[in-house]
C-alpha cells in the first residue's frame, strides 16, 4: 500500500480507480478500505484469497504442492525468460546512487533519510489504523480511531526510526475537534501539538486525558510533572509512555 500511495502522490492523482488481479486483489480492497477518499473505485478480477489450503480453501494447494511447485520454477527459470533487448537494456534509468549530485561516495545525502522515515511513519499509520491529516518538513499530524492504538503507533514510529539514526518527538491527546474541509481544527489539535513539542527526543509524550482513558490497558507512564503549553491555558500534567 506504500508504494501504491506514493505512486498516486508522484502523478499527482488525487483519486483513482484500481484494478486488481490475482494476489493484488487483497491490496486494492485494503488500500481501498483504509483510504476510501483516494479511491474512486474498485475492480477485482480472479483475486487470491489465500495462498495455501485451508479447511475453509480446499481447493487451494497444500504446503507441498507449493514447495514443489517453487522447486519447479527455480530448476527451468532461466530457460523460461530471455535477456532484455539491448534497447530497453539502454532506457533503464541509473541508480540515484551513482548520481554525483547526492554528495560524495560514502555520506548518504539528507533526502534518502527523510524519504526512509516518511515510509516508516506511513507504514506504521497503516498498521494501526491511523489517518494521516497533514505533513510539514519532517511532522505527521494524524488521528486515531481510539488513545490505545495511538500509543501503540507512536511507540512502533519511535522504535522503527532509530535504525535510521533518528530519534523522534510524540506527543498525544484526546479530545473534541473541528472539521475544517479535510483536516481538523480546534484546541485539541494545538494541544496534542504543543505536547509533541514538549516531549523529548524518542519520547512519547501524553496528557492526563489519555492516561486516564487507557487505565487498565496495561500501558504504563511516568510523570513529566505540570507544564504551559503556549497558546493554551492552564496548565497541564503530561506523562511519558514507559
Known amino acids: 500500500m506504500d508504494d501504491l500511495r506514493a505512486v498516486l502522490d508522484a502523478a499527482g492523482s488525487p483519486r483513482a480507480a484500481l484494478f486488481g488481479t490475482f494476489e493484488a486483489g487483497a491490496m486494492t480492497a485494503l488500500f481501498a478500505a483504509t483510504y476510501p477518499e ?10 487470491v484469497v489465500r495462498g495455501t489450503w485451508a479447511p475453509d480453501y480446499p481447493w487451494g494447494q497444500t ?16 530457460r523460461a525468460t530471455l535477456p532484455p533487448s539491448r534497447s530497453a537494456w539502454s532506457r533503464r534509468p541509473e541508480p540515484v546512487t551513482r548520481s554525483s549530485s547526492t554528495g560524495s561516495p560514502g555520506r548518504p545525502c539528507l533526502g534518502r533519510p527523510r524519504s526512509r522515515h516518511h ?40 522504535a522503527s526510526v ?13 479530545g473534541e475537534c473541528e472539521r475544517v ?10 494541544i496534542g501539538a504543543r505536547v509533541s513539542a514538549a516531549a523529548a527526543p524518542g519520547e512519547v509524550l501524553a496528557t492526563s486525558t489519555v492516561k486516564d482513558l487507557v487505565a487498565g ?18 496548565t497541564w500534567r503530561l506523562y511519558a509512555v514507559a
Do not use: M
Not at 162 to 174: F, K, N, P, Q
Open 63 to 78: 504446503a507441498e504442492e507449493w514447495r514443489q511447485a517453487l522447486a519447479e520454477v527455480a530448476e527451468h527459470w532461466e
Open 38 to 47: 483516494r479511491v474512486a473505485a474498485l475492480v477485482v478480477y480472479n483475486p
Open 162 to 174: 532509530r535504525d535510521l539514526g533518528l530519534e523522534v518527538r510524540a506527543g498525544l491527546h484526546t
Open 119 to 158: 515510509v516508516l511513519v506511513r507504514r506504521q499509520l497503516d498498521r494501526h489504523r491511523g489517518v494521516e491529516l497533514d505533513t510539514a518538513g519532517d511532522g505527521f499530524f494524524a488521528s486515531f480511531d481510539g488513545p490505545i492504538r495511538a500509543i501503540r503507533c507512536a511507540q512502533a514510529i519511535t
Open 181 to 190: 474541509g479535510e483536516k481538523l481544527g480546534g484546541l485539541a489539535v494545538n
Open 217 to 234: 490497558s496495561g500501558i504504563t507512564f511516568e510523570e513529566r510533572g505540570e507544564h504551559e503549553l503556549k497558546g493554551v491555558p492552564g
